[in-house]
């Protein structure tokens, strides 16, 4: 299971955090993901991290978001920095998860949503 929060409403320019637990049965989670989805467009993704902390950010945030991992907790984070009108989307997390050792066909799976919106 993934539990998004951290969405609300903010300004131009100003900052929110977005955080998802993953809970139940882990083993381990090589990727975690943001992804998010405006009306009428095709959900995109935002950021992405390994367990080893390499990142991936679409060009539209790189320098605005960042994302981070805390692998104890099964936690990911996006800092989104400098948020703009276009950025206003339902942020989704998302999780390659392994179930045990000798999973070897990891799963993704998708947390709930949480909506940012920023006005102007």
């Known amino acids: 299971q993934l539990q998004a929060s951290g969405g609300g409403l903010v300004q131009a320019g100003g900052s929110l955090r977005l955080s998802c637990v993953a809970s139940?049965?882990?083993?381990?989670?090589?990727?975690m993901d943001w992804y998010r989805q405006s009306p009428g467009k095709q959900r995109e993704l935002v950021a992405g991290i390994t367990s080893g902390s390499s990142t991936t950010y679409a060009d539209s945030v790189k320098g605005r978001f960042t994302i981070s991992r805390d692998n104890a907790k099964n936690t990911v984070y996006l800092q989104m920095n400098s948020l703009k009108p276009e950025d206003t989307a339902v942020y989704y997390c998302?999780?390659?998860?392994?179930?045990?050792?000798?999973?070897?066909?990891?799963?993704?799976?998708w947390g709930q949503g949480t909506l940012v919106t920023v006005s102007s």
């Open positions: 139940g049965r882990i083993f381990s989670i090589p990727v």
């Open positions: 998302n999780a390659v998860v392994r179930l045990s050792a000798l999973d070897v066909s990891p799963k993704r799976y």
